[in-house]
């Protein structure tokens, strides 16, 4: 299970860092993503990264505001967010899998390992 931290309540224009690690078993053979889902929505992919970090996908809302990362020496992914609007208000959640042919994925249904996620306030 993987879980992520450090979401909190911001104004628009801030920034934050999420922090995702596992229990468990080590991510530095996982592909990662992070991911964003609302009341009523479906989950939204934000970024993955793969195992070596020389690829990397976003999702068109945050592309240039967000930054993902890992360092797997640590065994753990992180999310840059900066210039935060209120419309990134959301539960964010990270998620891995093993690569099976592809360095990374961006469908959430591709990712086996997912955990607690952590809440994401952007006000106006």
């Known amino acids: 299970q993987v879980a992520a931290f450090g979401g909190g309540l911001v104004q628009a224009g801030e920034s934050l860092r999420l922090s995702c690690a596992a229990s468990g078993f080590a991510v530095g053979s996982l592909y990662m993503g992070w991911f964003r889902q609302t009341p009523g929505k479906e989950r939204e992919f934000v970024a993955a990264i793969s195992v070596s970090s020389l690829r990397i996908a976003y999702g068109d809302s945050v592309k240039g505001r967000f930054t993902i990362s890992r360092d797997n020496s640590e065994s753990a992914a992180y999310m840059q967010m900066n210039r935060l609007k209120p419309d990134d208000t959301a539960v964010y959640y990270c998620?891995?899998?093993?690569?099976?042919?592809?360095?990374?994925?961006?469908?959430?249904?591709?990712?086996?390992?997912w955990g607690r996620g952590t809440q994401v306030t952007v006000s106006s």
């Open positions: 998620a891995g899998d093993r690569p099976s042919g592809a360095e990374l994925s961006l469908p959430a249904s591709d990712y086996e390992y």
